[in-house]
């Protein structure tokens, strides 16, 4: 969706009267709402986006996959108005359904749930749990590896913070931020003892790997091969 603050404004109007009875289909219908209430969201409008998911909820009625997308955003909204109770409630009815440990958003949702006040105090180490073996296999998703960060610093866990932040700024294509990163981590690793001192060879792995990527664009951006 457009972030720009006009967009946000014409999209969040198609839960008015006006523009739902110009739309037959139900399904035209409910996708107009759904947008609307994103729109909200985005707007932190809360209360007109509560009211446009209301109005959505009995058009998915009896389809189980429209339903559980409503819910999410109903999640979402929860999390930005920072309500840890009623959005643990609902992301623990969420998790449950099948399928749900595969699903990204609910896994980014429970990082950010973690990270309120009010939430259960292991929560975010289950989060940190569940996101570290998501990055081993999606190390290029950059949203995942910020949460992750924040966790880490949550939790006193400094050195895997910032290294989390650097693999952040490589997914995002800034490989120079993230080797300045390390380097911060080695440095912070000099006194490291326990599981740091694992961590701190990992660091020195992929400083490796990054300096050689970073060779690599300068060559390329002088027409070297």
Same mark, same amino acid.
């Given at each position: ?96 359904? %099948? ?5 990204? %958003? ?13 939430? %259960? ?7 940190? #749990? ?8 999606? %190390? ?80 390329? #951006?002088?027409?070297?091969?």
């Amino acid at each position: 969706m457009d972030p720009r603050e006009g967009s946000l404004q014409r999209v969040q109007e198609f839960d008015t009267e006006r523009a739902q009875a110009t739309t037959a289909e139900p399904a035209d219908k409910l996708g107009a709402l759904y947008g609307s209430a994103l729109a909200s969201l985005l707007r932190r409008d809360f209360a007109r986006a509560d009211a446009a998911l209301a109005a959505a909820r009995p058009l998915a009625e009896g389809e189980p996959a429209a339903l559980a997308v409503l819910d999410q955003l109903v999640l979402q909204g929860l999390l930005e108005r920072g309500d840890a109770a009623r959005a643990g409630k609902l992301l623990q009815t969420l998790l449950a359904a %099948p399928g749900a440990a595969a699903s990204r %958003p609910l896994l980014m949702a429970q990082a950010q749930h973690s990270l309120l006040a009010g939430a %259960p105090a292991d929560a975010a180490l289950r989060s940190s #749990e569940r996101l570290q073996t998501w990055v081993a296999l999606h %190390p290029a998703d950059a949203l995942a590896w910020g949460h992750l960060a924040q966790l880490f610093e949550r939790s006193g866990q400094r050195l895997r913070s910032v290294r989390a932040g650097a693999e952040a700024r490589a997914a995002l294509g800034d490989v120079l931020g993230a080797i300045e990163r390390l380097r911060a981590v080695q440095r912070l690793a000099r006194t490291a003892t326990g599981s740091d001192v694992i961590e701190a060879s990992v660091v020195e792995a992929r400083l490796r790997d990054l300096e050689a990527q970073r060779k690599q664009i300068v060559a390329e #951006e002088r027409g070297e091969s």
